[in-house]
């Protein structure tokens, strides 16, 4: 009786070890959900005229932002790789002025713990050799990234969001040059 009570406390303890990161990364997430809405990113304001003191009315404290049309470099829309991994929406590589941002436009992305975003070289979802901008902002709506320059905008094949936590794929979106 004693070494069947210890083969359930054994099954016992390997079901809650193997329960531990299934919850972590399928079921918690469900409830980690957020949302960000940015305005598209636009060109900085001019500086305006320089009037000397006493010579005329003063200047405005703030000049109104000049707003740039974002030529579109390359676009893709994030997949849906399984049931727990998925992504919906656009994502767009924008180039305002001399800047180059990526935007995430309407999107809805799955959740899960230490999520990154990846300028990767390969098409298949994989980091490759990558650029990482940072932490995802957000699980749902528009925001945006601003691109290191040092990044060659032609290589980028992909757009990734990984889990770091669980080394995998959340979504990803192939990215067509304009």
């Known amino acids: 009786m004693t070494r069947r009570?210890?083969?359930?406390a054994g099954a016992a303890a390997v079901l809650v070890l193997a329960a531990v990161p299934l919850t972590a990364y399928v079921v918690v997430p469900q409830f980690v959900r957020s949302t960000v809405v940015?305005?598209?990113p636009v060109a900085a304001a001019s500086p305006g005229p320089t009037i000397a003191a006493g010579s005329g009315?003063?200047?405005?404290?703030?000049?109104?932002?000049?707003?740039?049309?974002?030529?579109?470099v390359s676009s893709g829309d994030l997949r849906q790789i399984n049931a727990?991994?998925?992504?919906?929406?656009r994502v767009l590589l924008?180039?305002?002025?001399?800047?180059?941002?990526?935007?995430?436009?309407?999107?809805?992305i799955a959740a899960a713990p230490a999520q990154h975003v990846y300028l990767s070289d390969r098409t298949d979802g994989k980091p490759g050799n990558f650029t990482d901008?940072?932490?995802?902002?957000?699980t749902s709506g528009s925001f945006n990234y601003e691109v290191p320059a040092t990044v060659d905008v032609d290589s980028i094949g992909s757009v990734v969001s990984w889990c770091k936590q669980f080394?995998?794929?959340?979504?990803?979106?192939?990215?067509?040059?304009e």
């Open 94 to 108: 924008l180039k305002v002025g001399e800047k180059h941002f990526l935007r995430f436009e309407n999107v809805e």
């Open 57 to 72: 009315p003063p200047a405005e404290a703030t000049a109104p932002a000049v707003t740039a049309d974002a030529v579109t």
């Open 167 to 177: 080394n995998s794929t959340v979504t990803y979106a192939v990215m067509q040059h």
């Open 133 to 138: 901008l940072g932490s995802l902002k957000a």
């Open 5 to 8: 009570r210890l083969l359930i």
């Open 84 to 89: 727990v991994d998925f992504g919906r929406g």
């Open 38 to 40: 940015e305005k598209a």
